[in-house]
Structure formats: structure tokens, C-alpha cells
């Protein structure tokens, strides 16, 4: 973050905390934290259990804890948005203004980008239910299919980006909420991320949660 006096990346609501949930995602909430705290399979695991997916690669992209680089690649017609963690990348589209339709839904959603000015917009829609609600990722929060998220990427300075985001999902939230952070260059590429290291970390989570007492 830039030297400043703000505590946290979320700017509106202004005490920047993220908005109440509507009462049908907070029951959605209790039920996924439940299925995650004592899963009876690998679909109650979270996305970035199963090495499908992790909530930083989604609009907006807030950081995790850890492992929270970026790599951006624009060419002519797209700019590409690789996530380090789970190494997803996310296609920004600059060659069509319309979405995808709408029976397509996917886990990144369908993003499309134009420039005002040196500002690039991206606006980003067709997500899917997968993401659950609120709590696949310490805490993170999640996504459902009308979720409705702009981003602006603005160049600062030369190691710089400004990142701005805004979100609106009226049947998760009671309110939209905004945010921003800042990107810092740095010179090599993220190094390749093993998620499970030969696959057996699932399996054994099952095998220890199926032993655990009552």
C-alpha cells in the first residue's frame, strides 16, 4: 500500500468493512463453512483444495497471504492476468464490447476491457455458483452468477499500478463496495506453483477428517 493512513483495501463503504451479507448468503455462508469444517467429499472441499481455482485469480483481485503475484501479458486484442497461486489465467478481452451469453458461465467470469484514456476498464460478468459463499479461502470472500465486478488498472509510475475495483452482487451483498490497492513491478516471473505435490493431499484431508471423533 501507499504510505497513508487507510487500513484497509476496501474504500466504500467508508469504515471499510465489506457490507453485510443479504440473509440468504448468510445462510449459504453457514452452510459451506460447515461442509468445509467436516467434508463428507472432495465437493465439499474448497476450490483451492481440489487445485481448480484460488479466489485472488477472481475479479476483484484482492491478496492473499501469501504468493500473491501477478503476471500481466497485453498484446493487441487481450490482456492475460496470470494469478500465481493455482497459476489460472484470466483472459481481459479488448476486441469485443458484449458478453458472453448469459447460459455461459465460468469460474473467472467473462471480462471484457476497453481504455479511457491510459486507464484500462474491465468490466466482468458471467460468473459461475462454484465459488460458494464467503469462506473457500481463510476467510476470502467468494462469488455467485450475478456478481458484477469493474476494475481499473492505472499506471502510477513506471513500477506503479493503481488498482481499482468496484462490486455489485444484490443477491450476496446489501450493498455494492468499492476498493483499491497498489501493484508494484517487480523483474523476474512468478516461479511455477505445485499445488498438490503428487496429488495426495486431498485424499489424506478426507482420510483425516473421516478419523477425527465426534
Known sequence: MLPSLRTSIITDPPN????????????AKRDRLERLGNPAG???MGLQDRCLVFP???????PY??????QIVQTGDAVMVQAEMIHEARIIRLDRSSHLPSN??????????????????VE?????????????AGGMYGWDRNMHVVERFSLL??????YRFEVEDPTAYTRPWKGELTMTRVLNPPFEYAC???????????????SQPE
Open 16 to 27: 471499510g468493512l465489506l457490507p453485510s451479507l443479504t440473509p440468504a448468503a448468510a445462510a
Open 196 to 210: 498438490h505435490e503428487g496429488n495426495r493431499d486431498l485424499p489424506n484431508i478426507l482420510k483425516l477428517s473421516a
Open 42 to 44: 472432495a465437493i465439499d
Open 56 to 62: 485472488t485469480s477472481v475479479p476483484p483481485m484482492i
Open 65 to 70: 497471504r501469501y504468493n500473491s503475484n501477478y
Open 104 to 121: 455461459i458461465r465460468q469460474w473467472l467470469g467473462d471480462s471484457v476491457g476497453h481504455w479511457e484514456g491510459a486507464t484500462l476498464v
Open 157 to 162: 509510475d513506471a513500477n506503479t499500478i493503481l
Open 124 to 136: 466482468t460478468t458471467n460468473f459461475n455458483d462454484a465459488g460458494g459463499f464467503y469462506g473457500d
